[in-house]
């Protein structure tokens, strides 16, 4: 089972619910995986002290030009929707960093003159925190397309495991990537004017996609009713609401997983981790 | 005119806020870019008046016309993407279908459909406006659901808020960014002035800050750093600074941790609006320190 933890906005919550939600299941005794998928940043190791004991590498198919073959005939460079490839004169060079590795242009090159050579764009590291299985990806800075390597990440599930993915936050390719096949969407929201737009935003995203979600307040204060009249208009499930304690946001800073030294909130995730099972019936 | 962009590497700590402040701050000398497409706030303090709307059309899509399709299959293997899905019919035929949200528009399915089968319309993905504030102009976008090609977006709001700037000579250009190291930061950082990185006194704060910073660094654009909620950790706040220094970036001030950031968002203010002195004083301090870096 795969469950993802997303939000709209950064910095609602998300990393911090999923390491004390794999933490709190990985207590009771259940399989849990940590899959970061927020490669840009990936942050759950900082929180759950994993032990990395292998690194892979990740790369996209970029094209190489055999240019005794290329008669610049520059079928490839007119082919190309992503302006990669640019004749000049007689030569037509690459621009690694806007190929998306489609191999359009190996198939119309009429000279054969196209192979693919790969590109790195970051690594995969693979280890345990504790007896939480962790896969975390990290872009290599300076690279711009993260849904390759999200994707690499994602080959690391395991079916008959909690497979718990951190998504990376907004509404646009990188998040779809992460989420698009999970079973079920956990969205960290706080209730602030920032927080609940991005969150609509979020949720028209979640619509089209067709996942069954439901969310989670952070830093919830006495009065949440905006989120709660936001919610309730918009017909969403809200699984808890945690509140806005000082002692959290301290753990967090020093990067202690809070449930750990404050156990009484070990309930606020046994009690998110009842409503995902109730929703997918199991 | 310079160019200014404030990043934060990792999200929630406090960009959007400091970048209206700076809007209020300059009142009036600046343009003010939100890029932030995926998940757009400035507007919910600045209040735009929009002058002018345009559609943002990035890229085409990939349609299967059922009508023509001959069911060979050639589209499914050649696609990179995941983007052709075989759905089994109960005649012990298929269909070809394109998941629009999979698909990256390359056009190889489109070239190589043996009986033309695919159509490519062009994809809009957004809009884009031309907008009015009691600071000044903002440029800002919505980006259409589960749309792709932000970095595209983000260059062109970028382009058109220079356009505006100089010929209202204004300034400075504040753009608001996104957090991340990916396409939107590094289509809003390239060939920019300079960047202000608002990063926060926590384990996961100091990490991205690295990471942003060895990609200003990457692109050549001098940074500057500001950590907001200081007060939360000074332990912490003073291990990023030192490494800020190490690095050759200039703090530009720090921000208290104070509810003030808050209640201004909820009364749609800036802080510097919202007057509480302690932070409108920060803020505006973050603003003065900024802007004598750029002379």
């Known amino acids: 089972m795969k469950i993802a933890i997303a939000s709209g906005k950064g910095g609602t919550g998300k990393t911090t619910v999923a390491v004390n939600l794999a933490w709190v299941l990985s207590g009771h005794g259940k399989a849990v995986r ?45 082919f190309c929707r992503y302006k990669a490839l640019v004749q000049l004169g007689k030569i037509v060079m690459v621009f690694e960093e806007l190929c998306h590795g489609c191999g359009g242009c190996l198939r119309v090159c009429p000279k054969q003159a196209i192979t693919e050579k790969e590109k790195r764009i970051g690594t995969v590291d693979t280890g345990y925190a504790g007896k939480i299985a962790f896969v975390s990806g990290r872009l290599d800075v300076g690279q711009a397309m993260s849904p390759p390597l999200i994707r690499q990440v994602l080959t690391h599930t395991k079916e008959d495991r909690i497979n718990i993915v951190d998504a990376p936050p907004g509404t646009s390719c990188p998040v779809i990537a992460a989420i698009r096949k999970v079973d079920f969407v956990l969205l960290v929201t706080e209730p602030t004017p920032f927080g609940l737009h991005d969150l609509g ?82 | 005119m ?33 890029c932030d497409v995926d998940a757009a706030d400035l507007h919910l303090i600045l209040y735009p008046r929009i002058l002018d709307t345009h559609p943002f059309h990035s890229g085409h899509k990939a349609v299967i016309l059922q009508e023509k399709c001959i069911g060979c299959g050639n589209c499914l293997s050649f696609c990179r993407f995941d983007a ?57 976008a919505r980006l259409g659901v589960a749309a792709e090609n932000s970095g595209r977006l983000v260059t062109l709001l970028r382009q058109k808020a220079k356009e505006i700037a100089e010929s209202a000579k204004a300034d400075y250009v504040i753009i608001d960014g996104s957090p991340g190291i990916g396409c939107p930061v590094i289509a809003s950082l390239t060939g920019a002035d300079a960047a202000l990185i608002v990063t926060e006194p926590t384990i996961s704060g100091e990490h991205d800050f690295q990471r942003v910073m060895e990609l200003t660094k990457k692109l050549g654009v001098p940074a500057m750093v500001c950590v907001n909620k200081w007060d939360i ?25 104070g509810n003030a950031v808050t209640e201004a968002q909820c009364a749609g203010q800036t802080v510097i609006e919202y007057g509480e002195p302690c932070m409108a004083g920060d803020f505006g301090n973050v603003w003065k320190n900024t802007i004598a870096l750029l002379k």
């Open chain 1, 34 to 78: 940590y899959l970061d998928c927020d490669v840009e940043e990936p942050n759950g190791h900082l929180f759950l002290k994993s032990k990395f004991d292998k690194t892979e590498t990740a790369f996209i198919p970029v094209p190489a030009i055999d240019e005794s073959k290329c008669d610049a005939c520059d079928e490839c460079v007119r």
């Open chain 1, 201 to 282: 935003l979020t949720l028209d995203m979640i619509g089209e996609l067709g996942l069954p979600y439901a969310v989670v307040v952070n830093r919830a204060v006495p009065t949440v009713l905006s989120a709660r009249e936001f919610c309730s208009q918009n017909k969403v499930d809200i699984l808890a609401d945690i509140p806005d304690d000082r002692r959290i946001a301290e753990a967090y800073s020093t990067g202690e997983i809070f449930c750990r030294g404050l156990p009484a909130y070990q309930d606020y995730f046994n009690t998110i981790w009842f409503g995902i099972e109730r929703r997918l019936n199991l």
């Open chain 2, 2 to 34: 310079k160019e200014i962009v404030v990043i934060s590497g990792k999200g929630g700590t406090g960009k959007t806020s400091v970048a209206a402040s700076f809007a209020a701050s300059a009142n009036d000398r600046a343009v003010m870019v939100d």
């Open chain 2, 84 to 140: 052709v899905v075989k759905v089994a019919l109960p005649n012990q035929n298929s269909l070809y279908q394109i998941d629009p949200v999979s698909c990256e528009g390359c056009g190889v399915c489109v070239r190589f459909c043996p009986v033309t089968a695919v159509d490519f319309p062009e994809n809009q993905c957004g809009e884009w406006y031309e907008s009015f504030t009691r600071f000044g102009p903002l440029v800002h």
């Open chain 2, 233 to 257: 950790n000074p332990a912490k706040t003073d291990e990023i600074l030192q490494l800020a220094e190490a690095n050759g970036l200039t703090c530009v001030g720090n921000i208290h941790y």
